[in-house]
């Protein structure tokens, strides 16, 4: 069995958002992203995969298409196939994401 301790994974960096990945496979990729405020996944597009948000830790704005909301723990966000999505930490904390995508667009 694979398994990952999520809440002891905390890789924070001052330059940039961090990804680190739990499971990816030819289906799916599940990462944990972990933004510093300010950091952002600037919104973008993926024409086939679906892809979801769901926030550990902190809060943050996240974007689909021509919507914002900023959402906190325990909260999860659908960005649809074709959908144009990004988060970013517009709190003074740590925010800290799972996120799931589907099929994974490394393996095509």
Known sequence: MDFKDIPNINQ???DKMQKIN???TRNFFCDVYCLE???EQKVHAH???DKL???LDGRGTFFVDDEAQ???EGKIVFAPAGSNHGV???SAARLKLLVFMTPNP???
Request: cysteine-free; glycine content about 8%; charged content about 25%.
């Open 70 to 72: 900023e959402l906190g």
């Open 88 to 90: 970013k930490n517009t």
């Open 12 to 14: 924070f960096s001052p």
């Open 22 to 24: 739990l499971f990816e």
């Open 47 to 49: 024409v086939d995969e």
């Open 106 to 108: 490394n393996f095509r």
């Open 53 to 55: 948000y769901f926030v």
């Open 37 to 39: 405020p300010g950091q």
